[in-house]
T-cell receptor, first 112, second 112 residues
Framework: SQQGEEDPQALSIQEGENATMNCSYK?????LQWYRQNSGRGLVHLIL?????REKHSGRLRVTLDTSKKSSSLLITASRAADTASYFC????????????FGKGTKLSVKP | NAGVMQNPRHLVRRRGQEARLRCSPM?????VYWYRQLPEEGLKFMVY????????ESGMPKERFSAEFPKEGPSILRIQQVVRGDSAAYFC??????????FGSGTRLTVV
């Protein structure tokens, strides 16, 4: 399967702590994207990291990519209750296979 | 830019009826993707379309499901003779270049 595999499946932390989610994939990618989904809502694009990039930041989010290990991580620093959501990684293989394939995600719960 | 618009937000159909789900991509986006999400599951790819062309329908059930993206107007996902197992959230995403996706808020189909 070409989907990303998120780990852990569920994560529960206290407000203010950092949350780290990992993603592994199988074959060479063009880029990898992280999305968030609040319960009952659509997906929101968070960050796209290209295959030639190793790290990217956006506000409290930090994404790393290790193409040699075929893995990526999403770090949310100083988490807030509003960060409670499911987080999905989606490897993008580009070209005619431009469709993103999503795993089951990591369900993050941030307790106030 | 209004984003990706999906309608209706909620759709209730009796078994055997037809369901039509609409998706208007963002302005300037020529790539449209449909995904299905069952409760507590990740998104499953269904079909990838460009204007008047189906690029990849590898995720579409062989029967009862069809999709189109005409030259004018929204993309339509059509489910004929719906069954209870079709109950799910259906998400549409659009992209200008098959890389960065924007998702709609989804249509929740309930078959009774």
């Amino acid at each position: 399967s070409q989907q990303g595999e998120e780990d852990p499946q569920a994560l529960s932390i206290q407000e203010g702590e950092n949350a780290t989610m990992n993603c592994s994939y199988k074959t060479s990618i063009n880029n990898l994207q992280w999305y968030r989904q609040n319960s009952g809502r659509g997906l929101v694009h968070l960050i796209l990291i290209r295959s030639n990039e190793r790290e990217k930041h956006s506000g409290r989010l930090r994404v790393t990519l290790d193409t040699s290990k075929k893995s990526s991580s999403l770090l949310i620093t100083a988490s807030r209750a509003a960060d409670t959501a499911s987080y999905f990684c989606a490897p993008n293989y580009g070209g005619s296979q431009g469709n993103l394939i999503f795993g089951k995600g990591t369900k993050l719960s941030v307790k106030p | 830019n209004a984003g990706v618009m999906q309608n209706p937000r909620h759709l209730v159909r009796r078994r055997g009826q037809e369901a039509r789900l609409r998706c208007s991509p963002m302005k300037g986006h020529s790539h449209v993707y449909w995904y299905r999400q069952l409760p507590e599951e990740g998104l499953k790819f269904m079909v990838y379309l460009q204007k008047e062309n189906i690029i990849d329908e590898s995720g579409m059930p062989k029967e009862r499901f069809s999709a189109e993206f005409p030259k004018e107007g929204p993309s339509i996902l059509r489910i004929q003779q719906v069954v209870r197992g079709d109950s799910a959230a259906y998400f549409c995403a659009s992209s200008p270049d098959s890389y960065g996706y924007t998702f709609g808020s989804g249509t929740r189909l309930t078959v009774v």
